[in-house]
């Protein structure tokens, strides 16, 4: 016969995910001293090397911090029905108890357990992170455990099958967290060091608590609550929650998440473009360090200078939070994009002919300097343009430049990508091309005017051909250039990670996002990223990109110092 379940409307939920438990214990366990260890003679170490043969760790030498107490490992069967440290109410399979210094007696027990055959209860795919339903199996377990729980009046407890062990915790508001299971194999964290941290945090005061509400009350409403429809109607409620949290973690997890992958990605990018990767980028470790020798240009290619020591202090700490997200497996790595052939000829006379000019326009001998011809193919006609070297592209090859000009009287940059690139200089025409046109109504990049073939163009005193890109003006400031108050850091981050999820919903992933490719428009809170000459196809789902973290903690120096001061 089925339960009746609960009415909805009267229906009290007790059992919830102890979401951070692992996290917990990674950043606590630190903490915990180990100068103490039992004597190997002694009875609760004799016992703790036969229990280890069950696959069970030994504590014995885990100790209170302040080295008040020592912590045993006490078994009921070790215990008379008449021992002043055990209620009447029954004795849990094993329980961690203090013993107190220079006293007979008076040991004062800290946490608890059950133990159950692997074949009568298998825990090992009851993942309370899969859904509230998968405890079904185990729920009379869990029941006996809480029972105890509250018989002791103790907030910490755990259930094992001597492989596998759930740890459970009570919280003020009478709800019961539970963790994921925990392996005796598992590496991070282990085992003892999930036992070491529950004995921290019940070494001190809190651990106990004193119940209002009588044991039928309580083993009544939990057990109503673990019927199937009630858990389904709690895993529906729990996956509503989660998705309103899910939008908040996005920003973070786009920064963030898969470490490993950065670095394959600028690998494959380095591969890509033709340079050979030294063979310590190939193995794993840390990602390199950007370099400093790469000059900026103001809607060019940059990379972003080396991190000062308050710098590198940011990073760290925004890095570290990345222990709060789940970690996957690294996905394979993006497909590389086929190289685009250049015409091995192109024959002047016919492009002049074709651009419907007057020939004696394109004479070498009388042709102005900072002249270039761009051909719109789309309209049929061909656009003069002149040029003025941008104030930041100083000393930049003259076949990957950025130059000032106006397109129909409104201020604009022409980006160059002339034939001594080789296949490199059309592969980088082509990218930025698809990318504006995937991007362009997002306005994260500049308004595109005109892309064309270059039919020739005099930069300086020199005459080559290629291909363009008239792009927008962007009022604003580079990165490399800007100084922010701490408010208006704040808001550039925000307008930063929003635009780089604009770029992930495109399935998209910039190739170089450093300082010189971002500017910050103050008046119209704008972001807009630079240079998109090089980027992947997000066929992998692909969360982040090394440099992007260096994007918002590595501005120039006044700005890293004033944003460490306190507020």
Not at 27 to 47: E, F
Not at 242 to 260: F, H, P, S, W, Y
């Amino acid at each position: 016969m089925n339960e009746p379940s609960m009415s909805r409307d009267t229906y009290r939920r007790y059992l919830y995910e102890w979401t951070d438990f692992e996290t917990e214990v990674l950043s606590n366990i630190s903490v915990i001293q180990r100068h103490k260890r039992l004597n190997s003679t002694s009875v609760a170490k004799r016992r703790q090397s036969a229990a280890s043969q069950a696959d069970f760790a030994t504590f014995g030498d885990l100790s209170h911090p302040e080295g008040e107490e020592v912590v045993i490992l006490r078994y009921s069967d070790f215990f008379t029905p008449a021992s002043s440290i055990w209620p009447e109410q029954g004795y849990p399979d094993l329980a961690f108890s203090t013993l107190q210094k220079h006293k007979a007696s008076g040991s004062t027990n800290r946490f608890i357990g059950e133990v159950k055959s692997v074949w009568g209860s298998d825990i090992r795919e009851c993942n309370i992170k899969k859904g509230l339903s998968n405890l079904l199996p185990v729920r009379s377990a869990l029941a006996q455990v809480i029972t105890y729980m509250h018989n002791y009046k103790l907030r910490y407890g755990f259930f094992a099958t001597y492989k596998t062990y759930i740890f459970i915790k009570r919280d003020d508001d009478f709800r019961y967290l539970i963790s994921v299971p925990i392996s005796v194999r598992q590496v991070r964290p282990t085992l003892r060091d999930c036992f070491g941290y529950l004995n921290y945090l019940t070494s001190g005061k809190g651990y106990l608590y004193d119940s209002a509400a009588g044991l039928d009350t309580v083993m009544s409403g939990l057990l109503r609550s673990m019927t199937p429809q009630n858990l389904k109607a709690d895993e529906r409620e729990q996956s509503l929650l989660d998705r309103e949290v899910a939008g908040q973690l996005d920003r973070v997890q786009n920064i963030l998440k898969n470490t490993e992958l950065r670095n394959s990605l600028s690998r494959s990018r380095r591969n890509s473009l033709g340079l050979v990767a030294s063979s310590r980028r190939g193995s794993n470790g840390p990602p390199p360090a950007p370099s400093s020798k790469t000059v900026s240009i103001a809607n060019g290619a940059s990379s972003a200078p080396p991190v000062s020591g308050g710098g590198q202090d940011l990073i760290y700490r925004q890095r570290s939070l990345g222990a709060i997200l789940e970690r996957k497996e690294s996905p394979p790595l993006p497909t590389k994009k086929p190289k685009p052939l250049v015409p091995e000829t192109r024959p002047l006379g016919h492009e002049i002919e074709k651009s419907g000019l007057p020939s004696n326009l394109f004479d070498f001998n009388q042709m102005e300097p900072n002249k270039v011809f761009v051909r719109d193919e789309a309209r049929g006609i061909t656009h003069t343009f002149k040029i003025q070297r941008c104030p930041d592209s100083k000393g930049q090859d003259l076949d990957r430049g950025v130059y000032y000009t106006t397109y129909t009287g409104r201020p604009a940059v022409l980006k160059f990508f002339g034939d001594g690139l080789g296949w490199t200089a059309l592969s980088m025409w082509q990218q930025e091309c698809e990318a504006r046109d995937r991007l362009q109504r997002t306005r994260i990049i500049p308004e595109l005017y005109l892309a064309g073939e270059v039919i020739l163009g005099r930069f300086g005193y020199r005459t080559c051909r290629g291909f363009a890109i008239i792009m927008e003006r962007v009022e604003g400031e580079t990165l490399l250039n800007l100084q922010m108050s701490l408010t208006e850091r704040d808001q550039f981050q925000v307008a930063l990670l929003e635009a780089m999820v604009l770029i992930r919903k495109q399935n998209m992933i910039h190739g170089e996002p450093s300082q010189g490719n971002v500017m910050w428009n103050r008046d119209e809170q704008r972001v807009v990223l630079l240079d998109w000459k090089e980027w992947w196809e997000n066929e992998y789902g692909l969360e982040a990109h090394e440099r992007e973290l260096e994007i918002i903690m590595t501005i120039n120096e006044r700005v890293r110092r004033s944003s460490l001061k306190p507020l």
